[in-house]
């Protein structure tokens, strides 16, 4: 299997632009994680899905964030419009729902730069 | 609240052993769970304790005191390429999962 897919890999964009990073999950997996790592706050889970309905946005900063996920092997993280407190590295991950294990496959991630 | 806390950098030389150790605070405890992240790179998963007691996967172990509210990871035999940070990290119910703020760990030739 490839992995957790994540594109872009790098995005650097302008203050008040719309932003949107995308991900493909590993084929199987029923949940798909959304987070963000910055050196203040660290790695924040922003919202998660279950097989593909959102289940937990708690952690979204605020509504001009917005996660979708159409089908089982896409998602997509929105920030309009950003802002330069945006930037950070932002993972996705997926996992095989079950008992006993809490293993997280992380894709590589996308580091965003809101200028 | 939920929190863990573990210390923010541990420094220790090629071929030494280092601990690692995360204490936790959680409404609700399923488990914990270590990730390895270098530079740039994505965490990767390393190990999970749901139960008292040490769990050895090579050259690290993980330990876990429900109890105490307490678990470490254990690295032996220490190699460059083990400088990293570490994660532990609580499921909280559902899937939602907390993680630590991370120790980074240098090791030294």
């Known amino acids: 299997d490839a992995g957790v897919i994540q594109s872009p890999r790098h995005e650097v964009t302008e203050m008040g632009q719309e932003v949107t990073l995308r991900c493909k999950p590993i084929?199987?997996?029923?949940?798909l994680f959304w987070y963000r790592q910055t050196m203040m706050r660290g790695l924040e889970l922003l919202i998660y899905f279950n097989n593909n309905v959102p289940i937990d946005d708690s952690g979204m900063p605020e509504d001009r964030f917005s996660a979708k996920m159409p089908n089982a092997s896409f998602s997509t993280l929105k920030i309009q419009p950003s802002e330069p407190r945006d930037s950070a590295v932002y993972f996705c991950?997926?996992?095989?729902?079950?008992?006993?294990?809490?293993?997280?496959?992380f894709g590589p991630g996308t580091r965003l730069t809101v200028l | 609240g939920q929190s863990l806390e573990q210390p923010s950098e541990v420094t220790a030389v090629e071929g030494a052993i280092v601990q690692i150790n995360c204490t936790y605070q959680t409404s609700g405890f399923y488990g914990l769970s270590w990730y390895q992240q270098h530079d740039g790179g994505a965490p990767t998963f390393l190990s999970y304790?749901?139960?008292?007691g040490l769990e050895e996967t090579g050259r690290f172990s993980s330990f876990l005191s429900r109890s105490d509210s307490y678990g470490y990871l254990l690295l032996q035999e220490l190699q460059m390429k083990d400088s990293a940070s570490y994660f532990c990290a609580v499921p909280t119910g559902g899937f939602k999962t907390i993680f630590g703020a991370g120790t980074r760990l240098f090791v030294k030739a």
């Open positions: 991950a997926s996992t095989r729902g079950g008992v006993g294990t809490d293993t997280q496959y």
């Open positions: 304790n749901a139960l008292d």
């Open positions: 084929s199987g997996h029923d949940y």
